[in-house]
């Protein structure tokens, strides 16, 4: 495992997409030393900014404040990066496989347009989680997203595939222009969720104002949601899914689309 | 000073094939013999003219708003960094103005066309094709739905028309007219196209498509332009539009035109599902008809993204694939759309015109007459001619190709009982020596003496399959810009402008009507020569 230590917080962001298992798995400490990364539009070295220890492999540890580290982990394939501290935007962004895990807060973009793999961010997410990039059709294509705290604006918009947990509150926007995929939302969210949805699912446990362009389609407890249960518990959340705990309450929108997405509320008995 | 030895030279313009001869450069120019300066050693090399594009959209507003739209392009894109010979940049599919320099001479490129410039923007397409270095650039003019021409052509005014074009081409300080879907994009306006050549355009009672096409045709002819009509047909990219694209090559018969893009023009069957090959019969009529001249527009499947001022045919095409759509209105003059698009191999559609473009190139005969083109970036951006140039000169790649189409597709086109495999020689033609002479450019497309001093050179044994993608050398203007694969000289293009002879008196019949129906002041309206730099003026004499 080689593991890059944060001198100092940079003033402006660092990007440093060459921070991915997939570049360094077969390099020698002193060749991850001398990977690129860039200060504003200037190259560096990454042991101007990092020191660097430990032998090549799989596995990736980022510590100190990388608040402002842009890009780790972009594309990767496999591996896993752990980032001990916090991460800066597009973490995780274009990812195909392997795991990321943060062990406080990430920024805006995390997961953005992925295609594999799981995230997994112990403290706060910004927003647009794996969301499409601006004029792109779609947003991520498969894999999975967990956040434990809370989330920002626009949190799964345009996604295709894949799973997005977030377990605090999310702000405006949920699911906007969804096309497919759930998203998770233990901790409620705030204004317009799910607008311009057209298909997928999003699942919340607190209510939620919902556009008029959402229509009452069934209260029930559907098979989907057992299986989808099942899948959580192996990762380790837990969402209600039996009779005597409640209902979900299932909407169809967004109407103003027309799309045909659901959006469930879950009333839990009493 | 510069000489090249022992490369074989292509050069069709003078009827050189393969020809191991050394050639030299002095001033910009090639001569018969120089006594010192550089020399390179072009053994193991073929020596072309520098490519010359007759048809590409790489400057002006309607190129820039796909820009624009296309952010998702652009974080794809390979990104030219800043260097101190080069400026910053990106390429993919709407590459920026330095970029499209340096990847049209990295290719061996050497002059471009502009292929559609409303006048009314055509400051901004001069601006832009200042910052496109190294190439010498050149424009047609939009004039098929100006609204002052069609009510001319509406009042039987003819030889004011022609007044009217001429003032028009050098007010845009262009090279060319071009028409695009004539009547079709003012019929636009009104929420209508111009789908049959004899009925009259929306608003107007006697101005039929055909009637535009023939008088313009007649117009240019008259004034004596270097390039002839530079013609998009109406129904551009609809099934069954082959009986219009003949109906306008017979509208042409007596006149010079040079149909752009025909590949999109040559389609059979009644709807999306029966969709098939016409281009034999394009062909057929088109072998028979030396008035033409035509470049492919070839398709390639990828992403491109659609740019024209066929505004309803933008429409129907977003309505088609719900892709993301723009849409400009150029005032009285013309209008434009954009849709981003993907080509897929394993659609019906875009297979039927992936082969459309091939057999047109293939079926006919005069390499002369058929030139190089993807229609950039509609059907596949030009820095990929390589990769059609590589299927002209191999009939198996092609067949291997063809197998892989759906098997419907593969019923419509006749593309893989072609046996025609293309030479280095007419390689040559249909990428240099052919459009040069098209757009009248006497000093590009050949390697005689006098000519201007634009080479390509590559290894004749290239290590990959696509032998035009990496030259060795580019020299534009007796100057290597291109050199182990880095550009290495930024130098600027010139801009080839025409000046037709009109009567002054011509501006007293257009000064009110600007003030009545434009939003630019008459004064402001025509693009001033000193904007320009690199300005290479013809004076035409054609009168009357």
């Given at each position: ?8 917080r ?8 060459s ?8 390099l020698?400490?002193?060749?991850v ?22 032998e090549?492999?799989?596995e ?9 580290v ?6 990767m394939t496999r591996?896993k ?7 800066g935007?597009h973490l995780?962004a ?11 807060n ?9 295609s ?9 997410a ?6 499409g ?7 991520m294509?498969?894999?999975t ?13 345009r ?6 947990v ?8 949920a ?24 298909r997928g ?19 029930g ?7 989808m249960?099942r ?6 959340i837990s ?5 005597h ?9 967004d109407?103003?689309?027309?799309g045909?997405?659901e959006?469930?509320v879950?009333?839990p008995v009493? | ?8 030279v292509y ?5 050189i ?9 002095a ?14 050693d072009?053994?193991?090399?073929i020596v072309?003219p ?16 796909a ?7 652009h ?17 993919g ?24 410039v409303?006048?009314?923007s ?28 069609l009510?001319?052509?509406?009042a ?13 081409i ?5 090279y ?5 879907n004539?009547?079709?994009?003012t ?8 789908k049959?050549?004899?009925e ?14 023939a008088?313009?045709?007649h ?5 004596g332009?270097p390039h002839?009509l530079?013609l ?6 609809v ?5 219009t ?29 029966t969709?098939r ?17 035509c ?20 429409h129907?095409?977003?309505?088609l694939?719900?892709?993301?759509w ?13 849709v ?10 875009n297979?039927v ?6 057999e047109?190139?293939l ?14 970036p509609n ?10 140039i590589?299927l ?11 197998k892989k ?11 893989g ?8 020689l ?12 098209a ?5 590009k497309?050949?390697?005689?003496i ?18 035009f ?23 600027e ?11 002054g ?8 009507l600007f003030?009545?129906y434009?939003?630019m ?11 320009l ?12």
């Amino acid at each position: 495992m080689i593991t890059l230590t944060l001198k100092e917080r940079t003033a402006v962001p660092l990007e440093a997409e060459s921070l991915s298992p997939d570049v360094t798995a077969n390099l020698s400490c002193d060749a991850v030393r001398a990977l690129p990364v860039l200060l504003g539009k200037h190259p560096y070295r990454v042991d101007e900014f990092f020191d660097v220890e430990g032998e090549a492999g799989d596995e990736l540890a980022i510590r100190g404040d990388a608040g402002n580290v842009k890009w780790i982990g972009r594309g990767m394939t496999r591996g896993k990066i752990a980032v001990e501290g916090n991460a800066g935007m597009h973490l995780g962004a274009y990812m195909k496989g392997g795991t990321i895990e943060v062990s406080a807060n990430a920024s805006d973009w995390v997961g953005a347009e992925m295609s594999g793999g799981s995230i997994h961010i112990h403290g706060n997410a910004g927003g647009q989680i794996g969301a499409g990039y601006r004029g792109s059709p779609k947003g991520m294509t498969g894999g999975t997203v967990i956040v434990d705290g809370a989330a920002g604006l626009e949190v799964g918009m345009r996604m295709r595939r894949g799973i997005i947990v977030v377990r605090g509150p999310v702000r405006d926007f949920a699911g906007l222009q969804m096309k497919g995929g759930s998203i998770f939302l233990l901790g409620g969210a705030e204004l317009r969720t799910g607008a311009w949805m057209i298909r997928g699912t999003i699942v919340t446990l607190k209510e939620v104002p919902l556009l008029p362009t959402f229509a009452h389609d069934y209260d029930g407890n559907p098979v989907f949601m057992r299986l989808m249960a099942r899948h959580l518990q192996a990762l380790g959340i837990s969402i209600p899914c039996e009779p005597h705990e409640g209902t979900y309450q299932c909407h169809s929108g967004d109407s103003a689309v027309p799309g045909r997405g659901e959006i469930l509320v879950w009333r839990p008995v009493g | 000073m510069l000489r090249i030895t022992g490369g074989k030279v292509y050069d069709p313009a003078n009827g050189i094939d393969g020809v191991v001869k050394d050639i030299s450069i002095a001033d910009g120019r090639i001569v018969a013999a120089v006594d010192g300066g550089r020399v390179i050693d072009a053994r193991g090399m073929i020596v072309f003219p520098g490519g010359v594009d007759i048809h590409t959209h790489v400057a002006g507003a309607a190129l820039n708003f796909a820009r624009a739209m296309t952010p998702e392009n652009h974080r794809q894109a390979t990104a030219f960094l800043h260097t101190p010979e080069r400026r910053a940049g990106l390429g993919g599919q709407t590459p920026t103005t330095f970029a499209t320099g340096y990847l049209y001479a990295g290719m061996g490129y050497t002059t471009v066309v502009e292929a559609a410039v409303p006048i009314l923007s055509a400051k901004h397409t001069h601006e832009e094709l200042r910052d496109t270095p190294i190439v010498d650039k050149g424009c047609c003019v939009l004039m098929a739905n100006n609204e002052i021409v069609l009510d001319l052509l509406e009042a039987g005014e003819i030889e004011r028309a022609k007044e009217v074009v001429a003032w028009l081409i050098w007010a845009a300080k262009g090279y060319g007219v071009k028409a695009v879907n004539p009547g079709g994009v003012t019929a636009w306006k009104w929420g209508k196209d111009a789908k049959t050549l004899s009925e009259p355009v929306v608003g107007y009672s006697n101005v039929t498509p055909a009637k535009i096409i023939a008088s313009l045709a007649h117009i240019v002819d008259q004034l004596g332009l270097p390039h002839p009509l530079h013609l998009h047909c109406n129904n551009l990219g609809v099934p069954g539009n082959v009986a219009t694209t003949l109906e306008t090559m017979k509208v042409l018969e007596g006149n010079r035109a040079h149909m752009a893009h025909l590949q999109f023009h040559s389609y059979g069957g009644a709807d999306w599902h029966t969709m098939r090959s016409e281009a034999a019969a394009i062909a057929e009529y088109f072998n028979a008809h030396p008035n033409l001249t035509c470049d492919a527009g070839a398709i390639l499947f990828g992403n491109a993204v659609t740019i024209t001022a066929d505004g309803p045919w933008q429409h129907l095409l977003h309505q088609l694939t719900g892709k993301k759509w723009g849409n400009l209105d150029v005032e009285n003059e013309t209008g434009c759309g954009i849709v981003p698009y993907t080509y897929k191999g394993s659609n019906l559609v875009n297979a039927v015109q992936w082969a459309v473009g091939l057999e047109l190139l293939l079926l006919i005969d005069d390499p002369w007459r058929v030139f190089l083109t993807t229609d950039h970036p509609n059907g596949a951006c030009f820095w990929r001619y390589p990769e059609i140039i590589h299927l002209l000169m191999h009939a198996d790649v092609r067949r291997e190709r063809v197998k892989k189409l759906p098997a419907k597709a593969q019923s419509r086109t006749t593309l893989g009982d072609l046996d025609r495999e293309y030479s280095l020689l007419d390689i040559a033609t249909i990428t240099s020596a052919g459009p040069a002479r098209a757009l009248g450019l006497a000093n590009k497309g050949r390697l005689g003496i006098g000519a201007d001093a634009d080479l390509a050179i590559y290894n004749e044994k290239p290590d990959g399959e696509l032998l035009f993608r990496y030259p060795r050398y580019v020299i534009k203007g007796g100057e290597i810009v291109v050199e182990e694969g880095e550009i290495r000289k930024m130098s600027e293009g010139r801009e080839f402008i025409v000046q037709p002879t009109y009567d002054g008196a011509i501006e007293e019949y257009l000064r009110p009507l600007f003030q009545q129906y434009y939003t630019m002041s008459f004064e402001n309206y025509p693009v001033e020569l000193e904007r320009l730099e690199g300005a290479d003026v013809r004076q035409l004499d054609g009168h009357g």
